[in-house]
């Protein structure tokens, strides 16, 4: 459970802050974070934890309950590293583990989210709170 406690501190933080509810979408859009926004983010969680790591979901097999996670360094995770998946809105999705690498993307299986949660989508982060 310790796992998950970093990344919601974390996620209450970057709302605190309104760093992702500035960024403008709907239900169905794919978020685009500038990369300005993006480094933002970033420092926010690394200012809580040295060691975070925050991607973007460039693509899902939903079938499969895989995520496929771009701009980050494949070599800051190992198979097996929890990451956790958040939307625009710092909403928990689920959490998922680092099945290997594609490139210069990761490959993530995620859980199955709970009732009421939607599945991660292109544009939704992946944050590693842990290493």
Known sequence: MSRY???????????GVGLLT???HDSESK???TPQQLAAIRADFRRNNPNARVGVVSGVAA?????TVGQVNPRDFRVNDVVTFIDADG?????????GTSGSDLQVRY???????RIPRVGDLAVRATQ
């Not at 406690?5 to 709302?15: Q, R």
């Not at 859980?111 to 949660?117: I, K, L, T």
């Open 63 to 67: 079938d499969a309950n895989l995520a």
């Open 111 to 117: 859980a199955r989210p709970r009732e009421g949660v």
């Open 91 to 99: 909403r928990i999705l689920t959490s998922g583990s680092v099945t």
């Open 22 to 24: 500035a960024c403008h």
């Open 5 to 15: 406690a970093g990344v919601a501190c974390c996620v209450i933080v970057m709302l």
């Open 31 to 33: 978020v685009a974070y």
